[in-house]
Nanobody, 127 residues
Framework: QVQLVESGGGLLQAGGSLRLSCAAS????????MGWFRQAPGKERDFVAA????????YYADSVKGRFTISRDNAKNTLYLQMNSLKPEDTAVYYC????????????????????WGQGTQVTVSS
């Protein structure tokens, strides 16, 4: 069982920056492809960003491209999401997710492709 714990969420004004972290319980974290998703009230869970097990490949939703950066530190079993130039429409609960078996250096952007999820961290951006 992989446990994922997100942190770093908060309330801030538009234009600000925030860094989310996702700590994994397993030493095999370095073999997992990882992703960030978000869910606003009354909406489906949407893809935000993904990173391959090595960190060599990344992929972003169009809505965050150029503003958000996904990264990982396999030595610390931690995934990050640096969020800059935040907008009110970025307000959501942010979830990290782990995919246990990945092929090559692939990234994944569909919710059903992931095996484990964190509990989420709230990000609220005011205008």
């Amino acid at each position: 069982q992989v446990q994922l714990v997100e942190s770093g969420g908060g309330l801030l004004q538009a234009g600000g920056s925030l860094r989310l972290s996702c700590a994994a319980s397993e030493r095999t974290f370095s073999s997992y492809a990882m992703g960030w998703f978000r869910q606003a009230p009354g909406k489906e869970r949407d893809f935000v960003a993904a990173i391959s097990w090595s960190g060599g490949s990344t992929y972003y939703a169009d809505s965050v491209k150029g503003r958000f950066t996904i990264s990982r530190d396999n030595a610390k079993n931690t995934l990050y999401l640096q969020m800059n130039s935040l907008k009110p429409e970025d307000t959501a609960v942010y979830y990290c997710a782990a995919k246990l078996k990945s092929y090559s250096d692939s990234v994944y952007f569909r919710t059903y492709e992931y095996d484990y999820w964190g509990q989420g961290t709230q990000v609220t951006v005011s205008s």
